[in-house]
């Protein structure tokens, strides 16, 4: 045992190797016994602590991976954001130069005043929400000592995380109540802004689903024009070059110049129907994969969870399971009461001016304590 040293040699004769239950059936020497005993020590103070577990060696195996991909998704994030800003500034642009001179032609003032008040506020909602959600911080814990209570401790910023508080490696932070991190907004989505971020996923699926409704029949229209353009200028009448005409370009005797009939339609036709297409088609395509997306929060926000504590909490319940016991999130109140929390439905009149108009309201509590029934149940009759 020369090459250990003593200090070392003296924890191993203090520590048991064994449980007393198998030490009758050990039969190893004891010099053995102490070179495994010291090998699984140097192997284990490799370790973070005691608490490693695949996990961890997972996220440490993998960590310049992961930094580079939060590396990209936070440089790009500038780059969705703008391209969100540029397309729905396109459809808006359609709306008022292409659809709204034919919704004054064509309809009757009934359906002309429903449209121009839907939209504008459809338009106002989206944008109020999309602002808010991007520029309004998620929250994060404090950085100073204070008394908030945590249930455990973040390995990245080394600060205490309190309840439903996780770290967001494109931010580089902890985040209160994180659902997400979306690169769309180029924030993330947490306490502070997550009624922002559904909000603007609702009413742009409900802004999307509008146009495509609505402008179905001029989508049909326009299609079938752009057909029968095309089939038009194949049938253009030309004239004939015979002969050596065709090798050297020369154009039959008396003929000086080369003229083409002008086309029954103009370029200002071809780029309607054009822009016609492109609203619908973005619109519907936007419509179905936002409307999915919103259709799962409004799930999740009726169970009261986010996106990360539906992975915690489905592996939580399966643990659970194995034990005969039965898992309860302490954040579900109910369905009634989860959107009343969520939207900060405080009383009657809060249904129109903090839903169905633009609000700046905080939501309820401060994302570091969570009280497990803040309201009673059913605190506002359905």
Not at 11 to 24: D, E, N, Q, S, T
Not at 136 to 164: D, H, L, W, Y
């Amino acid at each position: 045992m020369w090459w250990c040293p003593s200090s070392v040699l003296h924890l191993l004769r203090c520590v048991r190797l064994r449980p007393c239950a198998r030490r009758g059936r050990n039969r190893w020497p004891l010099g053995i016994r102490e070179r495994w005993a010291y090998m699984k020590l140097l192997v284990q103070s490799l370790y973070f602590n005691s608490l490693t577990d695949s996990d961890v060696v997972f996220d440490s195996i993998f960590e310049p991976v992961f930094w580079t991909v939060d590396y990209i998704t936070r440089w790009f994030g500038l780059v969705f954001v703008w391209l969100v800003v540029i397309l729905t500034s396109s459809i808006l642009g359609i709306a008022y130069v292409v659809l709204l001179p034919l919704i004054l032609t064509t309809y009757s003032p009934a359906w002309i005043a429903w449209h121009i008040c839907y939209g504008h506020w459809n338009i106002i909602m989206i944008v109020f929400h999309y602002y808010k959600a991007a520029k309004t911080s998620p929250g994060c814990p404090p950085m100073e000592r204070n008394s908030t209570p945590f249930v455990s401790v973040c390995k990245k910023c080394i600060i205490p995380k309190p309840a439903r508080t996780h770290h967001c490696g494109i931010c580089n932070r902890c985040i209160l109540k994180m659902d997400h991190h979306c690169p769309w907004l180029n924030n993330c989505v947490g306490h502070f802004n997550h009624r922002y971020f559904f909000s603007f996923c609702l009413f742009m699926t409900l802004g999307c689903v509008y146009c495509s409704i609505s402008g179905r029949n001029l989508f049909l229209d326009a299609y079938s024009d752009l057909g029968r353009f095309k089939h038009l200028d194949m049938e253009k009448p030309g004239v004939p070059v015979t002969g050596m005409g065709l090798l050297i370009g020369l154009l039959p005797s008396g003929q000086t110049n080369y003229q083409t009939p002008a086309p029954p339609y103009s370029f200002k036709d071809k780029m309607i129907n054009k822009s016609i297409i492109y609203m619908w088609v973005l619109t519907s395509t936007v419509g179905l994969a936002l409307g999915a997306l919103t259709i799962w929060h409004a799930v999740l926000i009726s169970r009261g969870e986010t996106s990360i504590e539906r992975h915690t909490n489905s592996k939580e319940r399966k643990r659970l399971e194995k034990w005969g016991q039965v898992y309860k999130n302490p954040f579900n109140y109910g369905k009634l009461n989860n959107w009343k929390i969520f939207l900060g439905v405080e009383k009657r009149s809060h249904w129109v001016t903090r839903v169905l108009l633009p609000s700046a309201h905080t939501p309820h509590g401060n994302g570091l304590t969570w009280n497990v029934f803040p309201f009673k149940k059913d605190f506002l009759a359905v």
